[in-house]
Antibody, heavy 123, light 111 residues
Framework: EVQLVESGGGLVQPGGSLRLSCAASGFTLSNFWMAWVRQAPGKGLEWVANIKPDGSERNYLDSVKGRFTMSRDNAKNSLYLQMNGLRAEDTAVYYC????????????????WGKGTSVTVSS | QSVLTQPPSVSGAPGQRVTISCTGSSSNIGATYDVHWYQQLPGTAPKLLIYANTIRPSGVPDRFSGSKSGTSASLAITGLQAEDEADYYCQSFDNSLTAWVFGGGTKLTVL
C-alpha cells in the first residue's frame, strides 16, 4: 500500500525551529518529486515546497524562502522539512505529498497525501 | 485572497447535479497549465479527485467530472450523495508567482 506518514509536529515558540519528517512506503521514493502542503486552522491548502527525485532541485513558497529547507534521503525512504524562524502564520497542519510529474514544464499533480502533522507557533 | 477563485459554498439535494467553478488568470489556468481537483472529507487529508482537467484516478466514481476553458475550470458532481459532503479545492501552477496554487476551497452541503 502506498503510504506517507508525517511526524515531528508540535508546539514551538515564535522564532523557534522544528524538523518535520515523512516516511514513505509502498513505492520507490527515488522516482518521484515530493512536496509539503500546509493548511492553517479553518483555512485552505497552501503549497510550501517541493524537491526533485535526486534532491538536486528545490522550490519554495516565497513566504518560507530562507527559513524552510526541504530535503530527502531516498535510501531511508524519508523526506524532511527543516523549519527555522517560525512565525505565528506558519501554524498549520503540514501534509507530505507525492508531487507527480507528468509533462514538460510545471505539470504536476498531488496524487498521494499523508494524514498530516500539526505545527503550532505560539508563546 | 487565493490566486484561484472558488465559491465558498454550494449545496444540492441528493440525486441532483452541482458544479463548482474555479476562476484564474492568464498566469495560471489561462497560461495552459492544467487544473486538478481535490476532495477533503471532514477531518481527513485531501484526496486527488480529478487531474489534468478531466481525468479521474482509479476508484473515483464517474459521477465526478472536470472541464476547463480559457481562464476557468469546473468540477461537476452528478447524482449527489450524502458522502459527497466535503470541501473541494482546485489547483494549478502560476508562472508569475512560480508556485503551485490552490483555490480557496468550496464547501459542498448535501441537503
Amino acid at each position: 500500500e502506498v503510504q506517507l506518514v508525517e511526524s515531528g509536529g508540535g508546539l514551538v515558540q515564535p522564532g523557534g525551529s522544528l524538523r518535520l519528517s515523512c516516511a514513505a512506503s509502498g513505492f520507490t521514493l527515488s522516482n518521484f518529486w515530493m512536496a509539503w502542503v500546509r493548511q492553517a486552522p479553518g483555512k485552505g491548502l497552501e503549497w510550501v515546497a517541493n524537491i526533485k527525485p535526486d534532491g538536486s532541485e528545490r522550490n519554495y513558497l516565497d513566504s518560507v524562502k530562507g527559513r524552510f529547507t526541504m530535503s530527502r534521503d531516498n535510501a531511508k525512504n524519508s523526506l524532511y522539512l527543516q523549519m527555522n524562524g517560525l512565525r505565528a502564520e506558519d501554524t498549520a497542519v503540514y501534509y507530505c505529498v507525492r508531487h507527480f510529474y507528468y509533462g514538460s514544464g510545471s505539470y504536476y499533480y498531488m496524487d498521494v497525501w499523508g494524514k498530516g502533522t500539526s505545527v503550532t507557533v505560539s508563546s | 485572497q487565493s490566486v484561484l477563485t472558488q465559491p465558498p459554498s454550494v449545496s444540492g439535494a441528493p440525486g441532483q447535479r452541482v458544479t463548482i467553478s474555479c476562476t484564474g488568470s492568464s498566469s495560471n489556468i489561462g497560461a495552459t497549465y492544467d487544473v486538478h481537483w481535490y476532495q477533503q472529507l471532514p477531518g481527513t487529508a485531501p484526496k486527488l479527485l480529478i487531474y489534468a482537467n478531466t481525468i479521474r484516478p482509479s476508484g473515483v466514481p464517474d459521477r465526478f467530472s472536470g472541464s476547463k476553458s480559457g481562464t476557468s475550470a469546473s468540477l461537476a458532481i452528478t447524482g449527489l450523495q450524502a458522502e459527497d459532503e466535503a470541501d473541494y479545492y482546485c489547483q494549478s501552477f502560476d508562472n508569475s508567482l512560480t508556485a503551485w496554487v490552490f483555490g480557496g476551497g468550496t464547501k459542498l452541503t448535501v441537503l
